[in-house]
């Protein structure tokens, strides 16, 4: 079992002693960054082995982040799981591993915080759900590079398998999420489910305006009949605005939709489905690999529905 200690005592410790670690077990030696990896996997919900020995073992080979990682598994702290396909379409091989947060880790960090991590892992993802989140976390990546590069504050971001703490009860599993929204249209139920939504605020010549994105990641295995029948869901999420309840003072600023798609093809595919749409125009589309290479929010990377390329901060810092 890990010792349970007081958390702000903890946490001051840690604050006045980077070379210094707890003792949790009798087999374990939690070091400041072994807390760090608990906090950022309770902050992304997964995260792969190369990007964490990236982040933490920069300066050291894969061998020991692969150790120190299976030292914190065997403690039940973390949970890993191996998705069944190439999570880096340029590089061969077999996939990284990805590891979430696991509830005793979960205990850990809110002990030395005194925040419960919002994103914990109870039991195996499909092998469907998992390629999903490593994709959705590597969009999330290449966002925040990007919007650090260009000096902007940090995202906020809400996800898909975020809970929605008002709904625990909901019969639906679906409901119980927090990006679950639902519309009465003529007498009609209309749903809405985003992968994600984040708010980022971007600079114009008025000042900063908050930036509202509805994400979306298209694997390609829905066929066109099946991306129409989302369109009256966004419409209404666009029209009637229900994300500004997530974020508190925000202004009543209308959202875009990002679609983050597998090829080339698809991306041509989609914008012939939306541009009859009364959105299109707030709809954008992006390759995932040109956009996980890394990128400035001036790069016109993003299409819209005619094929015009369009940038975040064009050179006039208005957004595009």
């Not at 070091?31 to 990896?37: A, E, N």
């Not at 082995?49 to 120190?68: M, T």
């Not at 009465?184 to 809405?192: A, D, G």
């Not at 984040?198 to 829905?222: C, K, N």
Request: aromatic share 8%; charged share 25%; with cysteine.
């Amino acid at each position: 079992m890990l010792r349970r200690r007081n958390p702000s005592r903890i946490t001051a410790y840690l604050d006045s002693h980077s070379d210094w670690a707890v003792r949790m077990s009798a087999r374990i030696f939690l070091t400041p960054r072994d807390i760090s990896i608990l906090i950022v996997l309770g902050e992304y919900g997964l995260l792969t082995s190369d990007v964490l020995h990236e982040r933490f073992w920069a300066k050291s080979g894969p061998r020991a982040c692969q150790q120190r990682l299976r030292l914190l598994t065997d403690q039940k702290l973390i949970r890993p799981m191996r998705a069944p396909i190439v999570t880096r379409p340029d590089r061969g091989g077999t996939a990284p591993l990805a590891y979430a947060l696991a509830p005793i880790g979960a205990d850990v960090c809110e002990e030395y915080t005194g925040i419960r991590p919002r994103r914990v892992v109870h039991d195996s993802l499909s092998p469907f759900t998992l390629r999903h989140r490593i994709d959705l976390v590597r969009v999330r990546l290449a966002w925040d590079l990007a919007c650090g590069k260009a000096g902007l504050a940090t995202t906020k971001w809400l996800l898909d398998s975020d809970p929605d703490p008002h709904a625990s009860n909901a019969p639906a599993p679906a409901h119980r999420r927090l990006l679950s929204y639902n519309f009465l249209v003529n007498r009609q139920q209309i749903s809405y489910r985003p992968d994600a939504v984040s708010l980022t605020f971007v600079p114009t010549e008025q000042g900063e305006t908050p930036l509202v994105i509805a994400w979306e990641l298209d694997r390609s295995t829905e066929g066109h009949k099946q991306v129409r029948a989302k369109l009256p869901g966004l419409t209404q999420f666009i029209d009637q605005r229900p994300y500004l309840r997530h974020f508190e003072d925000l202004p009543n600023v209308p959202a875009r939709s990002i679609w983050v798609v597998q090829s080339r093809r698809r991306l041509a595919e989609l914008q012939t489905v939306f541009a009859a749409s009364p959105i299109a125009a707030a709809i954008r589309l992006a390759f995932l690999p040109t956009l996980c290479s890394g990128f400035s929010l001036r790069d016109k990377i993003w299409t819209d529905t005619s094929g015009q390329p369009r940038a975040i901060l064009p050179s006039s810092a208005s957004t595009g």
